[in-house]
């Protein structure tokens, strides 16, 4: 077991202690099938009591949920408020108007610019996320991006995966039903759970577990990993 370059491998939470083991695979591409991935670099290590967490990432792409930015075109209303989105060092979310025009496809323009115009007015007195609370999980889980990202998606924006719940429960027959399983959306600064075969007890644990994004934001090529008590 090997920890990701400046990460931990170990967190504690509530007084107990989990390993949090990053499975190295390849470049996972559109026309990869997910069963297949998992099963190649996740199955056979997997164990009893172990929880299998997936980053939404690969369970979107291999849903075909990848663009080239090329096959991107930002109407004028995605350029105008991409502007005013911060951008912070862990991924530019819809500070793109390539990323912001997915959001108002995938949202709807109606609840965007409900969700732009709450965050302006509570921004004003010191709150912060409403944008994305009220956008929503598909809004939030936009990928742009980034100088660190590994190619091709360097030049690629990748929506929040569809079904992820029932994704979870895939992947736990397909891992021999002896796991749970997660699909996640972390980052530097924190994470959702999207979809898994935990209560929602165990999913907010997840969350605590996974709070330094073992996993890495940059070129570390592990797009899962694995839970487990020590």
Do not use: W
């Amino acid at each position: 077991m090997q920890a990701n370059e400046g990460k931990a491998l170990e967190a504690s939470v509530d007084g107990k202690s989990y390993a949090r083991i990053p499975l190295r695979t390849r470049v996972i591409m559109p026309n990869d099938d997910l069963d297949s991935v998992i099963t190649e670099y996740a199955k056979d290590a997997v164990q009893p009591g172990d929880l299998l967490f997936v980053t939404e990432k690969i369970v979107a792409i291999t849903q075909g949920r990848s663009y080239r930015l090329d096959e991107i075109t930002p109407r004028p209303l995605a350029r105008f408020l991409s502007r005013y989105v911060v951008r912070t060092s862990y991924g530019i979310g819809l500070g793109m108007p390539e990323t912001m025009e997915m959001a108002l496809r995938e949202c709807g323009t109606l609840r965007i610019l409900f969700a732009a115009g709450v965050s302006v007015i509570t921004k004003a007195f010191g709150r912060r996320g409403d944008f994305y609370r009220i956008a929503g999980d598909k809004a939030r889980a936009i990928d742009g991006p980034t100088k660190n990202t590994i190619p091709p998606y360097n030049e690629a924006v990748v929506l929040g995966p569809k079904n992820p719940r029932e994704v979870a429960l895939r992947l736990q027959k397909l891992v021999g039903g002896h796991a749970d399983v997660a699909v996640v959306d972390i980052n530097d600064i924190g994470g959702n759970i999207l979809g898994s075969t935990l209560d929602k007890a165990g999913e907010r644990r997840l969350v605590q577990i996974l709070g330094d994004n073992p996993l890495g934001q940059a070129t570390q090529s592990t797009p899962m990993g694995i839970v487990r008590a020590v």
